[in-house]
């Protein structure tokens, strides 16, 4: 029995330690630590951040907490500063709580950086944006004022009242319209946390508060079914557009239905993509230039050196007329 | 006979936690042997400090019997947190800040006690209420947004290591489980805590001052969150609504794991610390093999049945 | 057979109390609110309190009989994927409405067995299981949401029998099989008498175990149950589903009346303590308070109460049910 035990351990200390010596040898290893994991959003960046690994000769390790606890966050980032891994990207949870583990990884010399949702001022190497903040918060709002007319009601159903980057885009949002549109009416936003149960209600109750109510922005991802089937139930489709960041393949039954007048998003797959593509540049020690040629990418990725942003491009708006050219 | 079965339950879990964990770490040192470093050392003490303190609170509460529990105490700890910095803002010298902190944990713990102990709600529904009220009040104050603004001094404090072992664990953890142990096994007091926890009126009948004792623990509960509170702010560096999530279930879990029986008089708070340890340095080795974190909370599930059947089963062997 | 009287007389005046509390936020929210007092409001609020309430009947017995269960949100997450498969493979809609309470009761019956076999305490043993069926829930998903689902469970719960929908006739009589169950059977007295004391109820030759685990089975149905009508209604399952269903039901069965000591409860008492935690959070959100405060409002609620009936009672001390030994 602990002859077994002793052989099965050795074997595999052996396997390990080859493995390492390989991998240190010619693998740098990148990371990805989502928000939350189990959600379409993240698992599609994940699909896109393994495509890169294999096209670009690094090791994708993608973990990520299963409630948005930015503790359990800091935890998993601590412990891939540990195991001494290359580059770590994270979508931050909370922005002003990173600032802890920034320290450590520089400590040990390891690349650490931010994707997906930034932490401005926390030393983060370079921010891998899918689009800025503030265009993502104008172009809903001036996608809307298309459809709705610039004399309108919105009302905002968000995830989490913490999370920083949905706070961000609500910001300008609130900027866009008292800037542009003075007559919309932007309601204050209200928080669903993480189930579409909870996002049906208070949309239902949004509707039934102010029977005016032209449009239903769904900041989370979480909360893009539960906002679009309050619509269908309520019977208001065609007099309250939805719309939200939504992965196509999520709304694309309530695009279709006309629950959701539309969706803004990028390709989270592409964004997965160039984290890894990042990544693997930072620990080659090289530079980005204010174009970068990323392998696959018909346009050229532009780096803003300034903020230290790496911008994957306009977010894409889908319609009833082309979310069906998308999957994911 | 009470002494002997408050030795023999709680020595029991302490060494099937202790086996648990050595066979945590030989798995590590198998599969791993690079992640066993004073860095992970370090990674483990740092993340246990909210957990343990917090676990103690909730241990010695269940302890004390009278169907005794605080799901209030991941509402308390944010509640405390973003009280502390708002008043902060509001002008209050950041030298008060660890006073706000813990007082504003002991006001909120002593309410519990008051609601449980003198308008005899029961432990679990008044918490419950407490737990909603205390966890949406911190999110309401706020909006949901970080408080920052946490003076320099305390970061200091917050992230210092010292020979591989952070200070806050140093200074607030091990003398609250060091203090804890002590009055527990040595002092009247703790053999009043296991006489009411295990038969509350024969307590009562001696004349143990169940309810003042009890009023005294809830508070207690309430600083130690207070304490875990201005940990994560010294940590952080910023004052978190959310900071709890989740802490009550954790913290319910560790105690259950540490050999502490929900119905009170049974357990130490050894065991609790060695299951905070267990569990943190589980969560990390996890994290540390790349396993995928959906099975963190089914393994620490299946442990607490595992460790709670081990602990019933021996029971009947006797 | 004291503390069962003081039940019955108590249990009236709460339900009173309630009623009372509804009709007042109902008056004074219609006052406040054009828009609260409309027949679709009132919809919109019944069909709200849908997945509650079939939780909440379970967890009325559950306390009752001196038990709790904390991952019955958890329970209606993983039959609600099961539902949401079954859709998908096009199963008629007749089965798939079965597929809930099915899987539920399985489940149920898992967490008797731990609970009731393995002789640990409820309220930790379903601690462990939440763990382990949130792990479940995850890999069942794998990451990829059911949304879209098709509408054949809508459509078969939405169809009018003599005016009104399939989904009410369900409702009612799940309430009434509860209530027959619980009042008119053997079964509901030995559950009672376990709520009161279970040694006791052992002693005079009650099956406890049995009844334990019909109980558990029962409530696990209902929380399948709730997962027919969550996807029904909102045809999508998401990873987060039910996270919070398990303590608001709690609250809602306690603020009905019930006591978690076991030996009394009050079905109607959960059926009006869901509709004013219901009517509370529309009626706010109406008048424009942030949902933020929603929270607030429950626990305020739950203490509000219990302090009340305390004070107004002056209630000798009650002996300590479920850490009863």
Known sequence: ?????????????????????????????????????????????????????????????????????????????????????????????????????????????????????????????????????????????????KRVGEDAKIGIVSGEATASNLNAWIGFMQKQASAKYPKLQLLEPQYAGGTAQRAAQISTDLMAANPDLKAIIAVASTTCPGVAQAIETAGKTGSVIGTGYCSPNTARSYIKSGAFGFSVLWDPARLGYLTVWAGKQLIDGKKFEAENKVPGFDQAVTYDAQKGILLLGPPAVFTAENVDKFDF | MNRVRNLQGPALVLSLLSLLWIIVILGLLALKPSALSVGTITTILQFSTILALVSLGQGMVILAGGAGIDLSVGGTVSLSAVLGMLVLKAGLSPFFLPFVCIGTGTALG????????????????????????????????????????????????????????????????????????????????????????????????????????????????????????????????????????????????????????????????????????????????????????????????????????????????? | MRQLKDGIFSLNGRELALLAACTLAIIVFSVASPYFGTPGNAATILRNSVELLLVGLGMTLLLAMGGIDVSVGIVMGLAAICVGRALEANTDPVLTALVGPIIGALLGLVTAAVVVL??????????????????????????????????????????????????????VLAYIAVWVALRRTPFGLHLLAIGNSEEKARLSGIPVA??????????????????????????????????????????AVVLGGTSILGGKCSLVGTVLGVLLLRILQNGLLLMGVPSLWQPVVTGGLLIGVLSVEVLSARLPMSPLGWARR
């Open chain 3, 210 to 251: 049995k009844v334990r685990f019909a109980t558990f089975i029962i409530s696990g149905a209902l929380a399948g149950l709730a997962a027919t009508f969550y996807v029904a209604s909102y045809r999508n399952v998401e990873m987060t589903i039910g996270s919070t269903l398990a303590l608001d039901a709690i609250a």
């Open chain 2, 110 to 318: 002593a309410f519990n006690g008051v609601l449980v102990m003198k308008l005899r709600i029961l432990p679990l529904i008044a918490t419950l209420g407490t737990f909603f009220v205390y966890s949406g009040v911190a999110l309401s104050l706020t909006g949901g947004s970080a408080q920052s603004g946490v003076p320099d001094w305390l970061l200091w404090w917050g992230r210092g290591v010292l020979a591989g072992i952070p200070v806050p664990f140093l200074t607030i953890a091990v003398p609250a489980f060091a203090l804890a142990g002590i009055v527990l096994a040595w002092t009247s007091w703790g053999r009043w805590v296991y006489a009411m926890g295990f038969n509350e009126r024969s307590a009562r009948l001696v004349g143990v001052p169940v309810d003042r004792a009890r009023l005294i623990l809830y508070s207690l509960s309430g600083t130690l969150a207070g304490a875990a509170a201005l940990f994560s702010l010294a940590w952080l560096g910023s004052g978190r609504p959310n900071i709890g999530q989740n802490l009550e279930l954790e913290s319910l879990t560790a105690a259950m794991l540490g050999g502490i029986a929900i119905f009170g008089g049974r357990g130490g708070v050894g065991g609790v610390f060695a299951a905070v340890m267990l569990l943190v340095t589980l969560k990390t080795g996890l994290l540390q093999l790349n396993v995928n974190t959906v099975w963190q909370v089914g393994i620490v599930g299946a442990l607490l049945i595992f460790v709670l059947l081990a602990d019933r089963f021996s029971q009947s062997w006797r």
């Open chain 3, 118 to 171: 393995g002789r640990i305490p409820a309220i930790v043993g379903t601690l462990g299981l939440l763990g382990i069926y949130r792990t479940a829930i995850f890999i069942l998903l794998g990451g990829q949401w059911l949304s879209g689902l098709p509408t054949g469970l809508t459509v078969l719960l939405g169809t009018s029998l003599l005016g009104v929908p399939i989904a009410a006739f369900v409702i």
């Open chain 1, 1 to 145: 029995m602990f002859k077994k035990i002793g052989r099965a351990l050795t074997v595999s200390v052996f396997s390990l330690i080859i493995a390492g010596a390989a991998g240190a040898q010619e693998k740098p290893k990148v990371a990805f630590v989502p928000q939350l994991i189990g959600i379409p959003y993240f698992n599609a960046m994940e699909a896109g951040g393994n495509k890169a690994a294999k096209e670009l000769g690094v090791d994708f390790i993608y973990s990520g907490p299963v409630d948005t606890n930015p503790v359990d966050q800091l935890q998993i980032v601590q412990s891939l500063i540990d195991q001494g891994v290359g580059a770590i990207s994270v979508s931050v949870l909370d922005a002003s709580s990173i600032a802890p583990v920034v320290k450590a990884a520089e400590a040990k010399g390891i690349k650490l950086f931010t994707s997906d949702s930034d932490a401005p001022e926390s030393g983060r190497a370079v921010y891998v944006a899918q689009a800025t903040d503030e265009g993502l918060g104008s172009t809903i709002i001036d996608e809307l004022v």
